[in-house]
């Protein structure tokens, strides 16, 4: 059993960088593949980015190719999401998840993913 904390969100301009982290305790965190999702009121739960097991591959969702980047560090169990150049749409409350390793797995879709957050909120004003 794996738990997630996000931490790190607040209320910043347009423009700004946030750097969210997901800290994970209670399984082998090498043993999963983890991603950033958000969810906005009245919207569905978006992908924002994944990182492989072993940080051998990265994707990121349109809307934040170029702006956010994420990371991670085995040793330390944790996931960062580096957010700059932030805007108003990217508002929404972020989640991490967590999702085993072995497998064919869509890493886009948040239905395969096992373990989640409690989410971090996000607010940018213009």
């Known amino acids: 059993q794996v738990q997630l904390v996000e931490s790190g969100g607040g209320l910043v301009q347009a423009g700004d960088s946030l750097r969210l982290s997901c800290a994970a305790s209670g399984g082998s965190f090498s043993d999963y593949h983890m991603g950033w999702f958000r969810q906005a009121p009245g919207k569905e739960r978006e992908f924002v980015a994944f990182i492989t097991w072993n940080s051998d591959s990265t994707d990121y969702g349109d809307s934040v190719k170029g702006r956010f980047t994420i990371s991670r560090d085995n040793a330390k169990t944790t996931v960062w999401l580096q957010m700059n150049s932030l805007r108003p749409d990217d508002t929404a409350v972020y989640y991490c998840?967590?999702?085993?390793?072995?497998?064919?797995?869509?890493?886009?879709?948040?239905?395969?993913?096992?373990?989640w957050g409690q989410g971090t909120q996000v607010t940018v004003s213009s």
């Open positions: 998840g967590a999702v085993e390793r072995w497998g064919f797995t869509n890493l886009r879709s948040w239905r395969p993913y096992d373990y």
